[in-house]
């Protein structure tokens, strides 16, 4: 149905490619494709990580439902 619908809006549909999970899944979990990936070569600095934990600090939640929880972990060096 979802393809009908892009195809009839005139939008393209991604490529199919489905995660390789070690465990069943849905379809639709599975199926989903994202163009970013993550660079296992590309270090995050401290200050980085810490400047997007006040930005999601600070960030509207959905019906004022705090309290929110993050969690952050590094690789050993």
Aim: proline letters at 9%; hydrophobic letters at 45%.
């Amino acid at each position: 149905m979802d393809s009908e619908r892009a195809a009839l809006a005139g939008e393209r549909t991604p490529a199919r490619r489905p995660a390789p999970a070690q465990r069943p899944i849905v379809d639709v979990i599975r199926d989903r494709w994202s163009p970013r990936a993550i660079d296992a070569e590309r270090a995050v600095a401290a200050s980085q990580v810490a400047t997007l934990l006040e930005a999601a600090r600070w960030a509207p939640s959905n019906g004022n439902a705090q309290p929110w929880r993050y969690l952050s972990a590094a690789g050993a060096a």
